[in-house]
């Protein structure tokens, strides 16, 4: 049985977390130690990136691996080098939407192209909330943030359906509210060979509260109530991608073997 | 591989191959005239000696890509010019500041922003090391042949192993492309990270102000990040000291050991009046100017650092008692001019070459000789 | 299964009270005190209630909660 005892004292490297009350991110880094716990892979060989954002702070400095905190945007291409270095590493990027859709949006798209085989977690709260709730890709239809005052002129990114048309080999959404469905998730796309991708929506009561006019419980409410299986377009949460098929790691040393032969 | 002996090749080939001898097992980079060639070359090599190569989606990436492969243990580099080295800029502050051994080889063409993709210039002077913001040092070294594209990149990874900085290998179009012969000795001196066995030694700052690097996957739970932070990784960025004792010391060992990094190489300097002082590929021009000169008994001497930073400052301060004009044949229109005023306290007679060709000996023996009146 | 007890960690707890609205069988309330954040912290308002499903360990995003079992 994991309680919180036994997870602050394996897997929490100091608390309190700097989150605000009620912020989605302190689940989500509960959701990331179940699904390691459960898988019972060594903390040392599981090694976690992120960039730039208040969700890349879920695993630098909470959790106990070895963590790569990057530069914004660039998480994925860190981890790329990281893990085609060391194939023998579970790498895990924990990314925000705009670190991974906005300035990095290039490097997620090209490492689900790639197939690279690491895990990608990216914190949906709908903007740039470290900054103080600028508008990001995410951002719905006329939503009113800092950086549009007069509702947002642009229209949002459907991140999961783009990263499974991009080749990724596995791709999911789920929500806060889902925390099972999240943590069996997690395990999976750690487990994939190739590369994963995990949206999830998570509630960012200060500045996503402002913009929806909801606390964190009317959030997690909204998630249960209008997040399903059988929903439509960025509502819709499940499993959308789950498939085999050949990784960078493997095809380079494959390569490597025959250049050397 | 790249077996002792000699070649004929380019020196953005030498460049690669001197890697590989140095032991680079990791490369990412993105496809830019003039240093395609580099990238090209370790695409093919790096296979046969069981390293990884990947081409990037960009510069931002591939320097990225490198700073994580680093941390995985392997030594590992990348290549660009002017365009993509803007772009890796961000991520060289980054490197400097969680001290991550890599080398960037930056083969100059002239710039500003495309401008002529496959000329030499000598522009990226003050980018190569102030090009990031804040306070930071990185190690830069300047090959004037192909011989030293080689020589120049085994000593860029060992000073980076050492000092856990990124190194630069400030080329250019005119070195990168010549085609020249190379001798790969027998013997080379090459020098491995301190990895460290525990995380107590991650923090254990040696006399150069050095600790050992830690590993990922050695189960030290390292704690890497570009912002502020303690000596044991934990993110402080409100204390000043912290900053200031981190920033210091980033600054410093690059600073206090510089009589062990500096390098120069110097023809005539004993009595010379005029010094020429010149660097990679406008420097070939410039020592046979000062050849011909001393032929026509002027009393010029010629100084070429091999490391541009840190400058061999010291050097040029016991040079400056005795001469009498100093002649800084470029191709860049500022280069390396800030740097010799600042050092020599005067106006130094550049001469600058723009337009994508290197200076010839004409031109800079003819300013030796109106200097020389 | 029963709970021994419900220790909430008052360094830990930012009285976000998710764990009150997770909580399946009302076991947890609001209490009155404010917390340093302005909010209030959740209290036990009925330990025999509590089946120990976890819930409230599962969504708290603080590790501030955690049941005893019996
Ligand atoms: C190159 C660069 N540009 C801008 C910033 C400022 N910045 C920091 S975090 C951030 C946005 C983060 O948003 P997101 O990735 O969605 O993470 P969140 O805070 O919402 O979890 C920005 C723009 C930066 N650190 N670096
Ligand atoms: S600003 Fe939003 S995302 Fe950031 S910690 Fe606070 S609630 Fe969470
Ligand atoms: S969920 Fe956790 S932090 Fe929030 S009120 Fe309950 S115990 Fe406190
Ligand atoms: S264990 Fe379940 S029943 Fe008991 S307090 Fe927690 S959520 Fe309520
Ligand atoms: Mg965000």
């Not at chain 1, 005892?5 to 490297?13: A, F, G, L, Q, T």
């Not at chain 3, 076991?27 to 509590?50: A, M, Q």
Request: glycine share 8%; proline share 5%.
């Amino acid at each position: 049985m994991i309680t919180a005892r036994y997870i602050k004292e394996n897997y929490v490297r100091r608390l309190p977390s700097a989150f605000c009350p009620g912020c989605g991110d302190g689940q989500i880094l509960n959701a990331i130690i179940r699904a390691i716990d459960h898988l019972k892979i060594d903390r040392k060989d599981i090694a976690a990136v992120s960039g730039i954002g208040c969700s890349a702070w879920i695993p630098s400095p909470y959790l106990r691996v070895d963590s790569l905190h990057t530069t914004h945007g660039r998480p994925i291409a860190f981890a790329t080098g990281l893990k085609v270095a060391n194939p023998r590493l579970k790498v895990i990027v924990v990314s925000g939407d705009g670190d991974a859709t906005g300035i990095g949006g290039n490097h997620l798209l090209h490492a689900a192209r790639s197939n690279v085989g690491i895990t990608v977690i990216m914190v949906n709260n709908g903007l740039y909330a470290m900054t103080g709730g600028q508008v990001a890709p995410t951002t719905p239809h006329e939503a009113k943030t800092t950086t549009t005052p007069y509702g947002n002129p642009a229209f949002s990114l459907d991140v999961s359906r783009v990263v499974a048309a991009a080749g990724a080999s596995y791709v999911a959404r789920w929500t806060t509210w889902h925390m099972n469905q999240l943590i069996r998730s997690i395990e999976k796309a750690i487990m994939k060979k190739g590369f994963s991708f995990i949206e999830v929506l998570s509630q960012c009561p200060t500045y996503e509260g402002r913009m929806l006019n909801m606390d964190h419980i009317e959030m997690l409410e909204w998630f249960r109530k209008n997040f399903r299986e059988d929903a439509e377009g960025i509502y819709k949460i499940g499993e959308f991608v789950d498939i085999e098929k050949p990784e960078l790691t493997e095809e380079l040393e494959k390569m490597i073997e025959r250049v050397r032969r | 591989m790249i077996n002792p002996g000699e070649y004929f090749v380019e020196g953005d080939v030498a460049a690669a191959y001197g890697a590989i001898r140095a032991g680079c097992l990791f490369f990412a980079g993105y496809p830019i005239t003039p240093a395609s060639e580099i990238t090209q070359a370790m695409a093919e090599l790096l296979p046969r000696v069981g390293g990884k190569f990947l081409q990037m989606e960009d510069e931002i990436a591939s320097i990225s890509a490198i700073i994580g492969a680093s941390w995985a243990g392997l030594k590992s580099m990348t290549a660009t010019s002017g365009p993509g080295f803007s772009l890796m800029q961000e991520n060289i502050g980054y490197a400097a500041m969680t001290e991550t051994p890599i080398v960037i080889i930056d083969v100059q063409r002239a710039g500003p922003a495309i401008g002529q993709a496959s000329r030499p210039a000598q522009g990226d002077v003050m980018q190569s090391r102030f090009g990031s913001h804040g306070d930071y040092e990185t190690i830069v070294l300047s090959p004037n042949s192909v011989q030293e594209m080689f020589d120049l990149t085994v000593k860029a990874f060992n000073l980076s192993e050492i000092y856990r900085v990124p190194v630069i290998i400030l080329s250019d179009a005119e070195v990168g492309h010549m085609m020249e012969r190379l001798v790969v000795p027998e013997r080379i001196e090459i020098v491995n990270r301190k990895i460290a066995s525990n995380f107590q030694e991650t923090m254990a700052y040696g006399e150069n102000l050095v600790s050992a690097m830690g590993r990922f996957g050695d189960g030290l739970e390292l704690m890497i990040t570009g912002s502020t932070h303690r000596p044991d990784g934990t993110r402080d960025t409100g204390t000043p000291e912290v900053q200031e004792n981190l920033v210091r010391r980033l600054v410093n060992k690059i600073e206090k050991n510089r009589s062990s990094i500096e390098e120069w190489e110097e023809l005539y300097t004993e009595d010379a009046e005029i010094l020429v002082i010149s660097h990679g590929a406008s420097s070939r021009p410039s020592k046979g100017a000062v050849i011909r000169a001393r032929k026509e008994g002027i009393r010029a001497g010629f100084l070429r650092p091999r490391v541009l930073w840190p400058s061999p400052e010291r050097r040029m301060i016991e040079l400056d008692s005795r001469v009498k004009r100093v002649i800084l044949p470029e191709m860049s229109l500022r280069g390396y001019r800030m740097e010799l005023e600042r050092i020599f306290h005067r106006k130094v007679d550049h001469l600058p070459k723009v337009g994508g060709v290197v200076p010839t000996v004409d031109e800079i023996f003819t300013k030796i000789r109106s200097a020389s009146l | 299964m029963k709970a021994k007890d419900i220790v909430i960690d008052r360094n830990l707890c930012k009285g976000c009270s998710i764990c009150v609205h997770v909580c399946p069988k009302k076991t947890l309330g609001i209490s009155r005190e404010v917390n340093e954040y302005g909010l209030f912290y959740p209290e036990v308002v009925d330990l025999g209630s509590c089946i120990v499903c976890r819930l409230c360990e599962l969504y708290c995003p603080d590790f501030a909660i955690e049941v005893v079992q019996e």
